[in-house]
């Protein structure tokens, strides 16, 4: 749980979108065969998680982005964003 306290707090206190989207898909989003993944550890314990189940784990990233004086969620402007990147895993 260390390490997910953890990637929240230097991703939410990043300061604007493209650094978050950066953070986000360098360190949290990589894909296999249409699944994310989510490495926990040094160790490679993998979650294996589909993308309305990323979707619920990470609601709580924010974008950096307002609109009306309330800050957007990150997941919300990313799952939309044409630019977003994926690490590809070929094996697990």
């Known amino acids: 749980m260390y390490i997910y306290t953890m990637l929240t707090e230097i991703h939410n206190n990043l300061e604007t979108y493209d650094l978050k989207k950066e953070y986000f898909e ?13 490495e926990l550890d040094d160790q490679y314990n993998k ?31 990313w799952k939309k964003d044409s630019n977003k990147k994926f690490t590809l895993i070929n094996n697990l």
């Open 26 to 38: 360098k360190f949290i989003s990589k894909t296999h065969k249409n699944k994310y993944i989510y």
């Open 47 to 77: 979650l294996i998680w589909t993308q309305k189940e990323l979707m619920i784990a990470f609601k709580h990233l924010n974008s950096g982005i307002f609109k009306k004086g309330k800050e957007q969620k990150f997941l919300t402007i």
